[in-house]
């Protein structure tokens, strides 16, 4: 069993930055991907972003270049670094991390106003 906790979010105007961290707890040794996908109201829920255990990252096209994800060297913590955010970009974000198994976080609110 893996727990999520997230932190950050918040409001923000367009072209400002805020910063998402999550929290892995369990068992965590079993992680192999971590990441973050967002549901905006009236959409299905979407890739933001994903890293690997081995550092190899994945991003949506529509972040690329304004998104970045990382990890803490002890892979216990997850960031994504949203910066130049847009209205569109509002959502709600989901901590997301897998083992043979899928485990999500309970989102955070990012809003984006214009």
């Known amino acids: 069993q893996v727990q999520l906790v997230e932190s950050g979010g918040g409001l923000v105007q367009a072209g400002g930055s805020l910063g998402l961290s999550c929290a892995a707890s369990g068992s965590i040794g079993s992680i192999n991907t971590m990441g973050w996908y967002r549901q905006a109201p009236g959409k299905q829920r979407e890739l933001v972003a994903l890293?690997?255990?081995?550092?190899?990252?994945n991003y949506a096209d529509s972040v690329k270049g304004r998104f970045t994800i990382s990890t803490d060297n002890t892979k216990k913590t997850v960031y994504l670094q949203m910066n130049s955010l847009k209205p569109e970009d509002t959502a709600v974000y989901y901590c997301?991390?897998?083992?043979?198994?899928?485990?999500w976080g309970q989102g955070t609110q990012v809003t984006v106003s214009s």
């Open positions: 890293i690997t255990s081995g550092g190899s990252t």
């Open positions: 997301y991390a897998s083992t043979f198994r899928k485990y």
